[in-house]
């Protein structure tokens, strides 16, 4: 009896310790598949249709957006715009009950059948698995007992977000409506509590979360955007029963290491700051969305449902809209100049998420923002450069060499110039931010003429959180110059967010380049 007592009370200490025990960090994926028929990256239009009404929502990347479908048959057919891999497929099931038939064709003449489901209303989720096929166009058929409604159809395939950079403007207010969760925005889950019964893979690869029964309060999920966004509206398709959501943003996610060394969250964190975003959906209707008092800048975000009761299975997928500007992809333009010279400009979109912050400047309100604005700029790794060719020079020619060329890489700016004496000038420009708030931007302008003499400038400029700029100039001339100051790519990260590293602004060069020195300091105040 002792014994089944002492068995009883440390399973009791044990369950009582896993709920309150700290998350293990998710790896962050580097490319995320993206739907093939909603959002900015989407060439996909609706073809025809028959017995579904509001039928134009199908292809709406609003999460909540809903189609009416009578008992009987019906079908929507989609033009993919162009021929595309897809090996997967569903839809959010709101009372419906049947047969759906899923085909694919590459002309509309020949039709594959890819699969068919037999579901029933309780089916919150219906989905399709199939080996991958390369179509142009899409077909769901469906013959039903019982009509409702179906939304966030969505296909998946080659597609993903790598390659993409999307930009918001300095406020937020400019440009179009888009969801950055579950596009082009970059999002990336980094917690999900507790795990989800349908797979952690499938789970963060799909944002499509199914968690089990479980003694906790909430389903939680925290997003990394990879960088600053600022977000005007949250919403939530879930299980269909009485829920409270709400939506949390943190400037700096307050993450430690745990005895493993590997990142952890502690929930209890959520007790120590207000939610931004409240809703709740009182009569289980499976779908809501909600509103925050004023703009939301974050990196990172949580999602939290609160289910009435303790639910076997409840499916939940969450989005976060903001205004986006536009979408930049890998793209190079040639220009010809008034002068007869030509400059070629090519950016190509890095492959860490969120590529594309340093264009997105945004004032910060807080110190905690400012170090979160500075850590996305150095996470952006879309590269531009621009060269310039002088006249009669053809830039495409092999050999072709430009008198200037200036690359950009997150925070990082190195231009290299050729003089008409033939002096190059190579100069790099990096930005940082520290845990305080202060702002360091580097410059290091090294001048090389043809008979190898070199002069290199430092200059060092800090501005602290008050405003107050501190300036720094060291000026090294000699023969053999200091080479080793003159290439910076960015700050220091961990995984996909990384951009390089930068050099220390007193970096050791030669020892001959210090023939002469001159180092100057100024301080100003705002």
């Not at 249709?49 to 019906?74: F, N, W």
């Not at 209303?121 to 469906?142: C, H, I, N, P, S």
């Not at 005007?232 to 299980?239: D, K, L, P, T, Y």
């Not at 200037?404 to 000038?425: D, L, P």
């Amino acid at each position: 009896m002792k014994l089944a007592s002492t068995i009883v009370i440390l399973g009791s200490l044990l369950t009582a310790g896993s709920i309150h025990a700290k998350w293990s960090r998710i790896p962050i994926i580097k490319e995320k598949p993206v739907n093939t028929i909603s959002g900015p990256g989407s060439n996909a239009s609706l073809d025809s249709s028959s017995g579904i009404g509001r039928v134009d929502s199908i292809l709406s990347s609003d999460i909540t957006a809903s189609s009416t479908v009578s008992a009987g048959k019906s079908f929507l057919l989609i033009n993919l715009g162009k021929p595309v891999l897809i090996s997967s497929s569903s839809f959010v099931n709101d009372g419906i009950e049947g047969r759906a038939t899923l085909s694919a064709s590459a002309d509309k003449n020949g039709w594959a059948v890819l699969e068919e489901k037999v579901f029933s209303a309780a089916d919150r989720t219906v989905e399709f698995k199939f080996a991958g096929m390369q179509a142009k166009y899409v077909k769901l058929e469906l013959a039903l007992s019982k009509g409702g409604m179906i939304r966030n159809l969505q296909f998946f395939g080659a597609a993903t977000d790598k390659g993409y950079a999307v930009k918001q403007s300095a406020d937020g207010k400019g440009g179009k409506p888009m969801d950055l969760i579950n596009g082009l925005g970059g999002a990336r889950v980094v917690y999900a509590a507790p795990r989800p019964a349908n797979g952690l893979d499938t789970a963060i690869t799909y944002n499509k979360f199914a968690f089990p029964e479980s003694d906790e309060k909430y389903r939680t999920i925290i997003y990394d955007f990879g960088q600053l966004r600022i977000l005007n509206e949250f919403a939530s398709v879930h299980s269909p029963r009485p829920v409270r959501f709400e939506v949390f943003a943190f400037d700096n996610l307050p993450e430690k290491e745990d005895w493993r060394g590997r990142m952890a969250f502690d929930p209890s964190d959520f007790g120590n700051i207000a939610p931004v975003a409240v809703a709740e959906d009182t009569r289980g209707t499976g779908t809501l969305k909600a509103k925050p008092a004023k703009a939301v800048k974050t990196r990172y975000l949580a999602l939290r449902w609160e289910p009435e009761f303790n639910p076997p299975d409840f499916q939940c997928t969450g989005s976060a809209e903001g205004n986006v500007m536009n979408i930049v992809t890998t793209n190079t333009i040639t220009i010809t100049n008034a002068d007869g010279s030509k400059t070629v400009v090519t950016v190509t979109v890095g492959d860490a998420h969120g590529a594309g912050a340093s264009t997105s400047d945004i004032t910060p309100e807080t110190a905690g923002q400012m170090v979160a604005q500075g850590t996305a700029k150095s996470s952006d790794t879309t590269t531009i450069t621009t060269a310039t060719y002088a006249p009669g020079v053809d830039p495409s020619a092999p050999g072709a060499t430009p008198t200037s060329t200036t690359t950009t890489t997150g925070s990082s700016t190195v231009t290299v110039t050729t003089q008409s004496n033939g002096t190059v000038v190579t100069t790099s420009t990096s930005t940082t931010t520290d845990s305080s708030g202060n702002t360091t931007t580097t410059t290091i302008t090294e001048s090389k003429d043809t008979n190898g003499n070199t002069t290199t400038t430092v200059s060092q400029s800090t501005t602290d959180s008050s405003g107050n700029t501190t300036t720094t100039n060291n000026t090294n001339t000699g023969s053999g110059g200091n080479n080793s100051q003159t290439s910076t790519t960015g700050t220091s990260g961990d995984g996909n967010l990384a951009g390089g590293s930068s050099p220390s602004p007193s970096g050791n060069g030669s020892t001959n380049a210090n023939v002469t020195n001159t180092i100057s300091t100024a301080a100003t105040s705002p």
